[in-house]
């Protein structure tokens, strides 16, 4: 087998959260045009089952939407049931799903606090949960791939409070469960992006002077492109990654070299 062989998917099986929109898509689309058939999960359906028809139109694969809200326990239970049930097994989770609440901490309230943890923690944690007991039942080695932030090691001018500490944990999260369940074959890494344009993103890089900022701050000086997160995914799911547990990989243009 050539090295470009271990990047391939074929045969297996992926969940994806939080493809309505953003960078889910293009964890989806990379998934999937190296190989895997993918269920896709996020809460606006309508939106899942544009996406899911798109993109395996586009690639050949099997992608099946599953409305699911990634911070309710028994929907993330039957999310994982759902891919087993339709694709026979779960390979590959990528734990994508997030959200944001913007606000002096001094006057954050508790319930948007409470909401940021509960996806973008919590969730993350119900969600591995859930896929790992599946790979243990059914013998699978199997990829977690948790999407953290340049923001899980750093802190900036933003007043996010509950996103940086959500996604510092999703970083030592990922350690953990990467330490815990090495020796049954299973891997967990995550990815921490840099700033690229996405829904949540929108509304901040309208702004010219924090434009300016991320892009000032970045030593590649620009955004980052979705498709440019392509390869890690495929590289963090696949085979080529075979000895590499418990990292974070950045993809942030340079912002973490400095």
Request: glycine share 10%; proline share 3%; aromatic share 6%.
């Amino acid at each position: 087998m050539g090295i470009l062989d271990e990047f391939r998917l074929d045969g297996k099986s992926a969940i994806v959260t939080g493809v309505s929109s953003g960078l889910g898509i293009a964890f989806t689309e990379a998934l999937a045009e190296a190989g895997a058939d993918v269920v896709i999960a996020a809460r606006r359906e309508d939106r899942l089952i544009e996406n899911a028809k798109r993109i395996s139109a586009a690639t050949g694969r099997k992608v099946l939407p599953f409305k699911a809200d990634l911070s309710s326990e028994s929907d993330i239970d039957a999310l994982v049931a759902k891919a087993c049930d339709s694709l026979g097994k779960v390979d590959i989770l990528i734990n994508n799903a997030g959200t944001a609440a913007m606000g002096s901490s001094t006057k954050m309230k508790k319930e948007d606090w409470d909401r940021v943890i509960a996806v973008n923690l919590t969730g993350v944690f119900l969600c591995a949960r859930s896929a790992i007991r599946s790979m243990v039942e059914r013998n699978v080695k199997g990829s977690v791939i948790n999407i953290a932030s340049i923001y899980g090691r750093f802190g900036d001018v933003f007043p996010v409070a509950p996103y940086y500490a959500s996604k510092g944990g999703v970083v030592n999260l990922t350690r953990s469960l990467a330490v815990e369940f090495a020796s049954k074959g299973i891997r967990v890494n995550a990815i921490a992006p840099g700033f690229f344009p996405s829904e949540m993103t929108a509304g901040v890089l309208e702004d010219k002077d924090t434009l300016s900022h991320i892009t000032t701050r970045t030593p590649m000086g620009r955004l980052g492109e979705p498709a440019e997160l392509k390869g890690a995914a495929v590289y963090l799911a696949s085979d080529a990654s075979s000895y590499v547990t418990g990292h974070i990989l950045a993809v942030d243009g340079g912002w973490g070299a400095e």
